[in-house]
């Protein structure tokens, strides 16, 4: 397992886009109107177009696993008491196995298949 992205969820992702870009010195990897990834060592840190009211996490890591372990990974995670936000047909990494859960504790965590 490795963390591949974290994501900050904004509002205004060209505004957040042009603050990370000055304060980090480079050019975004990937941009789109709903999100905006930045390359930073081995990670993606990303901007993501999603309002944070009620409640909701403002940042979430992305967990890669390896094929054959990320549904283990997901029943796993439900396991230890998260609930699953957002999975199967509806999470975008769909027919690949992934799953946002939020843990017990209010954080979100994206579990999804190593991506190269």
């Not at 109107?33 to 840190?45: A, H, K, T």
């Not at 009620?54 to 990974?73: K, S």
């Not at 396991?79 to 946002?100: F, I, Q, S, W």
Request: charged fraction near 25%; charge should be negative.
């Amino acid at each position: 397992m490795r963390i591949r992205t974290v994501y900050l969820k904004v509002s205004d992702v060209e505004a957040a886009g042009q603050f990370w870009q000055a304060f980090l010195g480079i050019a975004p990897t990937k941009a789109f109107s709903e999100w905006i990834e930045f390359r930073v060592g081995v990670l993606n840190l990303g901007l993501l177009r999603l309002e944070t009211e009620g409640g909701r996490a403002a940042c979430v890591p992305v967990f890669e696993c390896a094929d054959d372990e990320v549904a283990a990974a997901i029943v796993r995670a439900k396991g230890l008491g998260a609930t699953a936000v957002l999975e199967g047909k509806d999470h975008p990494d769909y027919p690949r196995t992934a799953a946002v859960p939020v843990d017990p504790f209010g954080n979100e965590f994206e579990v999804t298949n190593l991506h190269d």
